[in-house]
């Protein structure tokens, strides 16, 4: 079992910036790859950004070069740098890490509001 813990969200102007944190307790040492991912009202849950244990990162296209994640395994958590913030990034964002047996686990969720 892994337990995951978010914090960082809340609400900013547009152009602002946000950093969420996501910090793994429980069967750490079979966390695989880190991930975030978010969902806004009335849409599916989508990928925002994804980060293996090898360092290899994935973003969403419309993320690149204002979101950057990153992972401390020191202290088994993983980050997102969001800048340049716009309100059509206004989701729940969620935290998610795979085992290397493939087993995924969620965050609790922790709110981003963006106002224009």
């Known amino acids: 079992q892994v337990q995951l813990v978010e914090s960082g969200g809340g609400l900013v102007q547009a152009g602002g910036s946000l950093r969420l944190s996501c910090a793994a307790s429980g069967s750490i040492f079979s966390i695989n790859s880190m991930g975030w991912y978010r969902q806004a009202p009335g849409k599916q849950r989508e990928l925002v950004a994804l980060?293996?244990?090898?360092?290899?990162?994935n973003y969403k296209g419309s993320v690149k070069g204002r979101f950057t994640i990153s992972r401390d395994n020191a202290k088994n958590t993983v980050y997102l740098q969001m800048n340049s913030l716009k309100p059509e990034d206004t989701a729940v964002y969620y935290c998610?890490?795979?085992?290397?047996?493939?087993?995924?686990?969620w965050g609790q969720g922790t709110q981003v509001t963006v106002s224009s």
């Open positions: 998610r890490v795979t085992t290397r047996s493939s087993l995924g686990y």
């Open positions: 980060i293996t244990s090898g360092g290899s990162t």
